[in-house]
């Protein structure tokens, strides 16, 4: 069993050792894109709610 999980363990390590890990400026500038494109999206949901929103208010008072 404690083969087993040294093997695991020595395993993981290797595979770890093969990643291209990303640069801090790549890091900090895909982070930034993220926060850019939540906010856009998060704009254009909040743009799309209110235009439904009013057209059911005027399809309501029109109705009423």
Do not use: C, H
Not at 5 to 27: D, G, M
Not at 42 to 60: H, K, M, P
């Amino acid at each position: 069993m404690i083969d087993r999980i040294r093997r695991f363990s020595e395993e993981a390590w290797s595979e770890l050792k093969k990643v291209a890990w990303p640069t801090r400026t790549q890091v900090r500038n895909l982070t930034i894109l993220v926060f850019v494109i939540s906010g856009v999206v998060g704009l254009y949901i909040t743009a799309l709610d209110w235009a439904f929103s009013e057209a059911i208010r005027l399809v309501s008072a029109n109705l009423g």
